[in-house]
């Protein structure tokens, strides 16, 4: 007789309470090192060509992670409350942005597109910030809705507010701005509960308004189409893809070895942002590949783990929302660079060059951590008094365990069960509602006067005679 096969267990530290915090922090603080190693050996060769210090842009990129890191501090502190209340007027300030980038003299345009705004120091760019907040003011309206949630209220407010910021960023133009804002969209309705027959909806009206836009601007359909046979024409929409696959081939198992990549000489463009991943390859190798892909899944873990153990449903939705996003645009852009996706243009977060996009990254990192720790076991972690001070200075105790927020609900309505999405409709119980009455009260018996009997005189004194105990209950004699 076979023995029985025997389950794989999961080690001991994967039940820590604190886990999902050291798996988030972990997985992107070894991506961002990764990422400034690369910025440091992709961006050297085109500074130096351009009379520039060699060292210059990897040196600002490591300014902009120490911003970054500074803005994930702050995110990791903010109370989920403060967060809710706010959101609605963060969506408020971003579509203020949208529109204001798309003023000439106040929005840069750069490579034929106006996506940016000049702060003097370094140039902002709102559509990276119109994706965060789209996420947590979608998971704040979501959970509000959840009691009473159908298929018409998970859209509603969602939809119409996606439309308009896809609207504003396609203005600029930025295609591959709408395609990640259209990640975070599915995150939301995806935890909402949407059911998946209308994620297939939303692929046939996504498919038809990309046929509209080229038929708007025929060059579109070229560069769509060009990851399908890049050779076809290898000066132009296929050019980059080209360069990115020969950096990949010659990379092989383990890498040319970091820093002596040929095609960051000014051979394959934006090998430091968009095509890092294949500068990547050259010089790590399909190990150091495999290594970047293995970090991204295990964010991916850490935040889908986080909205399962969460207690608050917007913390849940958020999450889920936060994490599709990272790791669909990091599986866009590997995707193109290795010819499996059209070429969308959006950066491989943590690694890319990009100020805005590293700040706002980190800060999501951030958020994820402080999502980390409202999970109930790390509730009670937090609030013990051994922990060191660096931990007591980075995650702060929660004032009280964090509770979901749900919407006030009338009398008639504290049985309703949760209702079904998709139905538009929702159950109640069969069974009655279980009251409790109130013990009724009877009013205690008026108190009685004992009757006075006369003692006998003993030695010409009178004796008192001892007087009966009242009764507690009645008040009268027992």
């Not at 007027?89 to 034929?112: D, H, K, Q, S, Y």
């Not at 507010?161 to 930025?174: K, Y």
């Not at 850490?302 to 909205?307: E, M, Q, S, V």
């Not at 009685?448 to 004796?463: E, I, K, L, T, Y």
Request: charged share 15%.
């Amino acid at each position: 007789m076979r023995p029985p096969a025997r389950r794989w267990a999961a080690p001991a530290w994967m039940d820590g309470p604190m886990t999902s915090c050291h798996l988030v922090l972990g997985a992107a603080g070894l991506l961002l090192l990764i990422g400034l190693v690369m910025v440091f050996s992709a961006s050297s060769i085109e500074a130096a060509l351009a009379q520039e210090a060699a060292w210059a842009p990897g040196v600002q990129q490591l300014v902009w992670a120490g911003l970054g890191l500074t803005a994930m501090l702050v995110t990791m502190r903010l109370p989920v409350g403060l967060i809710r209340r706010w959101s609605p007027f963060a969506l408020v300030a971003v579509a203020v942005l949208l529109l204001l980038v798309l003023v000439p003299g106040i929005g840069v345009r750069l490579n034929g597109a106006r996506q940016w705004i000049d702060l003097g120091f370094t140039l902002f760019q709102p559509s990276e910030l119109a994706k965060i907040v789209l996420a947590l003011w979608g998971a704040h309206v979501l959970a509000l809705r959840e009691r009473y949630l159908t298929t018409t209220s998970l859209l509603v407010p969602v939809l119409p507010v996606f439309g308009v910021l896809s609207l504003l960023i396609i203005a600029e133009p930025d295609f591959g701005g709408v395609v990640s804002l259209g990640l975070v969209l599915v995150g939301l309705l995806w935890a909402g509960g949407m059911p998946l027959r209308w994620f297939g909806a939303f692929a046939a009206v996504g498919a038809l308004l990309i046929a509209l836009l080229v038929a708007v601007a025929p060059y579109r359909m070229d560069r769509i189409t060009a990851f399908m046979d890049p050779f076809a024409d290898p000066t132009d929409t296929g050019f980059q893809a080209i360069r990115g696959f020969y950096a990949l081939a010659s990379g092989g198992w383990s890498g040319v070895g970091l820093g002596n990549s040929a095609m960051k000489w000014n051979i394959l463009p934006e090998a430091e942002s968009d095509y890092i991943f294949a500068i990547i390859g050259e010089e790590l190798g399909f190990l150091g590949c495999l290594v970047v892909v293995t970090l991204y899944g295990v964010l991916a873990y850490a935040g889908f783990r986080i909205a399962k153990r969460a207690a608050d449903r917007f913390v849940q939705l958020a999450s889920v929302a936060i994490t599709v996003w990272l790791v669909g645009q990091a599986t866009m852009n590997m995707g193109y660079v290795v010819g499996l996706l059209p070429v969308t243009g959006v950066t491989l977060p943590l690694i890319s060059a990009g100020g805005t996009s590293l700040i706002l990254t980190l800060a999501v990192i951030g958020l994820l951590a402080r999502f980390a720790c409202t999970e109930p076991a790390a509730v009670e972690a937090l609030r013990a008094r051994d922990r060191g001070r660096l931990s007591r200075l980075l995650l702060p105790a929660p004032s009280a365990a964090v509770e979901p927020v749900r919407p006030r609900r009338r009398p008639e309505d504290q049985d309703a069960q949760r209702p079904v999405v998709g139905s538009g409709r929702t159950v109640v119980p069969a069974r009655a509602p279980v009251r409790r009455e109130r013990p009724v009260r009877t009013p205690a018996a008026p108190r009685q006067a004992a009757p006075r009997q006369a003692a006998p005189r003993q030695g010409g004194a009178r004796a008192s005679a001892p007087r009966p105990a009242p009764d507690r209950r009645s008040g009268g004699p027992r």
